[in-house]
């Protein structure tokens, strides 16, 4: 079963700088995505930014970027000049793709709270 | 606009009660979701469809029971035999294969 871990569950960021969230996860599949979500304190749950496995290429979403390392199965999300708005709870998500084109749910790891500090 | 809509905000629930939360969507998307979370937990998935008429069941779906009799909505029934269902309910939607999108979220809370 594939299972995903964030081992840090609180971080804390000064306002402008940079911090790096950590997750890694588990799996016996070689195409599958990946995913970093959004949960401030209204808890909508916001899609941060999306990469496929398949993709050599770290995924950038202006401040948002990641360093995924496949043979590692580790999937960091860093966030540049960070902002009071980034605040929030942050979760990462797997997602295998099945040859067959078939639907697979959604694994989430436990979350990361993150505080920004002015 | 498109969205996700869930109903009602805040819900509570004496014990023995059914209880049905509400999620309908305007962006067709084939694909929908129910999600639990708990305080220091992740998301759990409760029940997922992929098309009208047909769901399946996720990782934590005892107490639980859904229908999909419209590709937009996608209700979620507590019945009394979930044991413990004060918690934070999430739907989700999207199309198949790729990320799925959220709605604003379901407090339950059991009186």
């Known amino acids: 079963a594939q299972t995903v871990t964030q081992s840090q569950p609180e971080m804390s960021v000064q306002e402008a700088e940079t911090v790096t969230l950590s997750c890694t996860y588990d799996t016996s599949e070689s195409d599958y995505y990946l995913f970093w979500y959004k949960q401030p304190p209204s808890r909508q749950m916001i899609l941060v930014i999306r990469?496929?496995?398949?993709?050599?290429q770290n995924a950038t979403e202006n401040r948002f970027s990641v360093n995924f390392q496949k043979a590692a199965k580790s999937f960091s999300l860093k966030i540049s000049d960070s902002q009071l708005g980034d605040a929030a709870m942050y979760f990462c998500a797997y997602k295998w793709v099945p040859y067959t084109g078939a639907n697979s749910k959604l694994t989430f790891g436990k979350g990361i709270t993150l505080s920004v500090r002015p | 606009d498109g969205g996700i809509t869930q109903s009602p905000k805040y819900l509570f629930r004496k014990e023995g009660q059914n209880v049905t939360l509400s999620c309908e969507q305007n962006l067709n998307h084939d694909a929908m979701y129910w999600y639990r979370q708990d305080p220091g937990q992740g998301l759990r998935l409760i029940y997922y469809?992929?098309?009208?008429?047909?769901?399946q069941k996720g990782d934590i779906a005892e107490g639980y029971s859904v229908s999909r009799e419209k590709k937009e909505s996608f209700p979620l029934t507590v019945t009394s035999a979930q044991k413990n269902p004060t918690a934070f309910y999430l739907c989700a939607s999207s199309i198949l294969d790729y990320e799925q999108f959220f709605g604003p979220g379901t407090r339950l809370t059991v009186l």
């Open positions: 469809s992929q098309i009208v008429n047909d769901f």
């Open positions: 990469q496929e496995a398949y993709k050599q």
